[in-house]
């Protein structure tokens, strides 16, 4: 149990595994002849910074995980760097699909934006690095991903946790982009 709790929860947090909280890369449908693609270069802390549509015939091979809204992209590959992604938004037009850099999870009875936050934590972090293989491009596949342990609390507690982390998110993407404009403004006056 954390040290640091909502006052109005108590009560223990079970030990449990990804694949008992998740489903791993499920099954996906047949890929449509327009889609947009989700590569590891579109995301970058948990922001989607670039949105591509392409076209079937020229969609690599490792276009293959069709997406939903909320589910989860594990970056496996260079995890450290923590690209993971919250997919939402997802308007019915147009079909999303990532690449198979990324485990894609699933949850149907825990709140996604939790297990999403859970997989960016350093101590989450660290269990990952540790199953890694290679030098160059650290990766951990799928199967060793949904073995690691972590602890879970009930479905009200991840909600007010989630929320919590989400606005704390949010608030940060804000200052960013008031940051950015800030820069460009103070790069064109240095230009000039």
């Given at each position: 149990?954390?040290?640091?709790?909502?006052?109005?929860?108590?009560?223990?947090?079970?030990?449990?595994?990804?694949?008992?909280?998740?489903?791993?890369?499920?099954?996906?449908?047949?890929?449509?002849?327009?889609?947009?693609?989700?590569?590891?270069?579109?995301?970058?802390?948990?922001?989607?910074?670039?949105?591509q549509?392409?076209?079937?015939?020229?969609?690599?091979?490792?276009?293959?995980?069709?997406?939903?809204?909320?589910?989860?992209?594990?970056?496996?590959?260079?995890?450290y760097q923590?690209?993971?992604?919250?997919?939402?938004?997802i308007?019915?037009?147009?079909?999303?699909?990532?690449?198979?850099?990324?485990a894609?999870?699933?949850?149907q009875?825990?709140?996604p934006?939790?297990?999403?936050?859970?997989?960016?934590?350093s101590?989450?972090?660290?269990?990952?690095?540790?199953?890694?293989?290679?030098?160059?491009?650290?990766?951990?596949?799928?199967?060793?991903?949904?073995?690691?342990?972590?602890?879970?609390?009930?479905?009200?507690?991840?909600?007010?946790?989630?929320?919590f982390?989400?606005?704390?998110d949010?608030?940060i993407?804000?200052?960013?982009?008031?940051?950015?404009?800030?820069e460009?403004?103070?790069?064109?006056?240095?230009?000039?």
């Amino acid at each position: 149990v954390p040290a640091l709790r909502f006052p109005e929860f108590c009560g223990e947090w079970k030990d449990t595994t990804i694949s008992n909280e998740c489903a791993i890369n499920p099954t996906s449908d047949k890929l449509k002849a327009k889609f947009v693609y989700v590569d590891l270069e579109s995301v970058e802390k948990g922001e989607l910074v670039k949105k591509q549509v392409i076209e079937i015939d020229n969609a690599p091979s490792r276009a293959q995980r069709v997406l939903q809204n909320k589910d989860i992209l594990f970056q496996c590959v260079r995890p450290y760097q923590k690209n993971n992604y919250l997919v939402k938004d997802i308007s019915s037009e147009i079909q999303w699909v990532a690449s198979t850099g990324y485990a894609q999870l699933r949850t149907q009875r825990n709140n996604p934006a939790f297990i999403y936050h859970l997989l960016n934590t350093s101590s989450f972090n660290k269990k990952v690095i540790v199953r890694c293989t290679g030098s160059s491009y650290p990766a951990i596949n799928s199967d060793d991903l949904s073995k690691i342990h972590f602890y879970i609390c009930g479905i009200d507690e991840q909600k007010r946790i989630a929320d919590f982390l989400s606005l704390l998110d949010e608030r940060i993407a804000t200052q960013n982009k008031i940051i950015e404009k800030l820069e460009t403004l103070i790069k064109g006056f240095v230009d000039s």
